[in-house]
C-alpha cells in the first residue's frame, strides 16, 4: 500500500452517512492522508429518527447537520457534492456528477459507504403514492401528505372522502413502521385532538400491514408482541400475513394469508418494507470477484475488503457478511475497522484479522414513554426501554447544538402536546413528482439549461 513519494496516500469515501462519516472522522489525526467525502447530499442523515421528522416532532436539521460542518476541523478531509456514477477500479478513480459537471477523483483506498434504499420488491410504480423513508425529501413529502390529509377531511363534502382521508396506511412492521404507525395514532389522538372544527381526527384510522406473522420479527416474539398490544391499545389496526398487491392514489389493495384480497380506502401510504442496497454494488462486483446477494449488497472478504481488491473496503448496508443486520452500528464499526486497517497499512503493521462485530442491542419506539430494547440476553419493554431509546439516540446525534434542540422538542412533544414542525406545503408534496415528469429539459444541464 504505497504512494509516490512525496505524496499523501489519498483515501475517496463514497456517503455521508454514518459509515462515511465515522470511516472519515477516525483517520483525523493522520497527516500523511487526505479525504476526500462524496456524497449526492451535503448533510450526515440521521436515518432513525427520519419518522420525527415526517410527524412533525424534530426539524430535518436537527436529524441532517451539514457534513461540511461536522468535518470544519478536520484538515486532512474535504467534502464535495456529487452523485457517484462510476467507480473504474482499475484506474483507481471515482466519478461523481452533479448538475451536469462531472468530477473525476483519483485514490489509493476506496471506501464505499453508499447505504441503501427503499426495495419494492419489483413494484417501483408504488413509490408515486406510497414514498418510503430513507431520505430528508421522503420525511418532507410524507410530513405535507400527513398533515395535509387532515386538512382534507376538513373540506371533505361527504362522509366517504373525510374517512378516506382520515385513512392512514404504513406498510412494514418493522422499527420503522412500527414508529411511523405509533407516531401518526399519537398526532390524531394527542396533537390535533382539538384543532378542527369539523372533524373529530381521533377517529383516524392507521392500519399497519406486514406480510409477515409478527411485529417487530427480528426481536423476538415477547418484545414483539409487546409492542403489538401497546399499538393495539392506541388504536392502530395491525394486520400481519398480510401482502400487499396494489396502490394507487386513492387506496391500497391487500392480500391475506387466506388468499382473500381487500382494497383499502386511503390517501395517506408509507413504505417501511424492504430495503435495497446501492447500484454501486453492482459495479464493485462487476469488476471483481465479489457476488451479490437477493437484495444487492455486495459479498465481502472477512477484514471488509472487495474480493482481489484489497485497497477497496465496502461497509455498512452494502455489505453481506455473516448475516450482518442493516444497522448504523454495523456501519460505524465496520467504517472504524476499516481505517484501522488503512492506519496499520500505512504504518507497516500486522492485520487486524477478521472483522467483528458487536452486537450493542436494538431499540424501537413505539409510542411517548414507550418502547422495546434488546440488549444482549435482555429484553425492556415501556418506560425503562424508552429512556434507554432517548439516551441512545441522543449520543449518537452528531454535534452539540442538534442534541440540545432535539432534547427541547422531545419535551414539548412528549410532556406536552404541541409539535414544533408542522408546516408543509404542496411543493413538498409534489415537486420530487414534477422533476420525474419533466426529466432533464428543464434541469441544470439539461437541453433548457443553456
Do not use: C
Amino acid at each position: 500500500m504505497t504512494t509516490d513519494t512525496g505524496r499523501k496516500h489519498r483515501i475517496v469515501v463514497i456517503g455521508s452517512g454514518f459509515g462515511g462519516l465515522f470511516g472519515t472522522q477516525a483517520l483525523k489525526r493522520r497527516g500523511d492522508v487526505e479525504i476526500t467525502l462524496v456524497a449526492r447530499t451535503a448533510q450526515h442523515l440521521f436515518q432513525p429518527l427520519l419518522y420525527q421528522v415526517a410527524t412533525g416532532i424534530l426539524s430535518e436539521g436537527e436529524v441532517a447537520p451539514s457534513t461540511r460542518e461536522v468535518l470544519a476541523r478536520q484538515k486532512n478531509a474535504r467534502v464535495i457534492l456529487g452523485d457517484v456514477t462510476r467507480i473504474d477500479l482499475d484506474r483507481r478513480t471515482v466519478t461523481s456528477e452533479v448538475l451536469g459537471t462531472e468530477t473525476v477523483t483519483p485514490y489509493d483506498t476506496l471506501l464505499v459507504a453508499a447505504g441503501a434504499g427503499q426495495s419494492y420488491f419489483g413494484n417501483d410504480e408504488f413509490a408515486e403514492y406510497a414514498p418510503g423513508m430513507k431520505s430528508i425529501d421522503d420525511a418532507l413529502e410524507l410530513r405535507g401528505r400527513i398533515f395535509g390529509a387532515f386538512e382534507l377531511a376538513e373540506l371533505a363534502t361527504t362522509e366517504e372522502d373525510a374517512r378516506r382521508a382520515l385513512t392512514f396506511v404504513v406498510v412494514g412492521a418493522g422499527p420503522t413502521g412500527v414508529e411511523m404507525a405509533g407516531q401518526i395514532a399519537e398526532l390524531a389522538r394527542r396533537t390535533l385532538k382539538h384543532d378542527f372544527r369539523r372533524i373529530d381526527p381521533t377517529q383516524a384510522h392507521v392500519i399497519l400491514v406486514d406480510a409477515a406473522d409478527t411485529v417487530l420479527p427480528t426481536f423476538g416474539e415477547r418484545l414483539g408482541g409487546a409492542a403489538r398490544r401497546r399499538l393495539t391499545e392506541m388504536g392502530v389496526d395491525v394486520r400481519t400475513g398480510t401482502m400487499v398487491t396494489g396502490v394507487d392514489g386513492s387506496g391500497i389493495e391487500v392480500k391475506d394469508r387466506n388468499g382473500g384480497t381487500t382494497r383499502i380506502e386511503a390517501l395517506t401510504k408509507v413504505w417501511a418494507a424492504g430495503v435495497q442496497a446501492s447500484p454501486l454494488g453492482r459495479q464493485l462486483a462487476d469488476q471483481s470477484d465479489a457476488e451479490l446477494d437477493r437484495a444487492g449488497r455486495v459479498k465481502v472478504n472477512p477484514d471488509l475488503t472487495l474480493p482481489g481488491r484489497p485497497e477497496v473496503f465496502v461497509v455498512g448496508d452494502m455489505i453481506a457478511l455473516d448475516d450482518l443486520p442493516g444497522v448504523a452500528q454495523v456501519a460505524i464499526q465496520g467504517a472504524r475497522f476499516a481505517a484501522k486497517e488503512v492506519t496499520n497499512r500505512l504504518d507497516g503493521k500486522p492485520s487486524q484479522g477478521p472483522f467483528e462485530y458487536f452486537d450493542k442491542g436494538s431499540m424501537a419506539t413505539v409510542s411517548r414513554f414507550s418502547a422495546v430494547a434488546s440488549i444482549g440476553r435482555l429484553r425492556f419493554h415501556g418506560f425503562i426501554a424508552w429512556v434507554l431509546w432517548l439516551a441512545v439516540h441522543l449520543v449518537y446525534i452528531i454535534g452539540f447544538k442538534s442534541r440540545v434542540t432535539t432534547l427541547l422538542h422531545w419535551v414539548v412533544s412528549f410532556l406536552g402536546r404541541g409539535r414544533a414542525e408542522r408546516v408543509a406545503t404542496e411543493q413538498q408534496v409534489f415537486a420530487r413528482r414534477a422533476l420525474r415528469q419533466v426529466g432533464d429539459e428543464v434541469r441544470p444541464g439539461g437541453r433548457d439549461a443553456s
